[in-house]
């Protein structure tokens, strides 16, 4: 079964807490999502392997580390997972970028795909997918099953806040993906927003409410 590491990080609860106000604008919100995804994508990374490598400083040779096994790739969930990929490349720049384009149908809530370009090697990466919240499941289970046709086999996924209906989602769709939650919230509404949540994270990242 997936492991489910829920954030507790003090700066990642501070941040989170500040980004649910309704009174933060585009600007700060933006850049607050992007410190957030830093800050999970250091605690989701501790796992990452290394090997030794042997290194000359100005004074001496010595041993030192290096990461090894997989490549990563980010892949965001358009739109609002674009929100959280700066952020990741601030700590992991050498992973390749690739995106998947859903939207939810306002009337069914079910995931409708427009959009899928990943790296060409995305099967032999460690794939971390992104998308701040996590409500129905909808989304990113369809993102990970894209990925999946697609011969991806190493994927993980990360969202700033959850709600328990899209955890279960998960679980069941995908036991072997792990996933890397900021907040786990209480439920969703009648919209399928997630409460308390923070609103819809894509208009509030891009200003278009
Ligand atoms: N997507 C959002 O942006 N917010 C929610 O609460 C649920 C889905």
Not at 21 to 27: A, I, L, N, Q, S
Not at 124 to 150: N, Q
Request: charged share 30%; aromatic share 6%; proline share 5%.
């Amino acid at each position: 079964m997936a492991e489910i590491h829920v954030m507790e990080h003090p700066l990642i609860q501070h941040k989170i807490s500040y980004i649910r106000r309704e009174d933060v604008g585009t600007k700060e919100f933006r850049e607050v999502i992007g410190e957030i995804a830093g800050l999970m994508c250091y605690e989701a990374t501790r796992d990452l392997k290394l090997k030794d490598i042997k290194i000359k400083t100005p004074i001496a040779e010595t041993w030192g580390k290096e990461l090894t096994g997989k490549k990563l790739a980010v892949v965001p969930i358009l739109r609002a997972g674009l929100g959280m990929v700066d952020g990741m490349l601030s700590l992991i720049p050498t992973a390749k970028v690739g995106h998947i384009g859903l939207y939810r149908d306002p009337e069914t809530f079910k995931p409708v795909e427009y959009y899928c370009k990943l790296p060409a090697d995305c099967e032999e990466r460690e794939v971390f997918v992104v998308d701040p919240m996590l409500a129905t499941g909808g989304s990113s289970t369809a993102a990970i099953h894209m990925l999946k046709e697609k011969g991806v086999k190493h994927i993980r996924f990360m969202c700033i806040i959850a709600a328990p209906e899209g955890v279960k989602k998960m679980q069941e769709e995908h036991p072997d993906v792990d996933l890397y939650i900021g907040a786990l919230d209480e439920r969703l509404n009648e919209h399928a927003y997630i409460v308390p949540g923070l609103g819809d994270a894509g208009d509030r990242i891009f200003g278009t409410k």
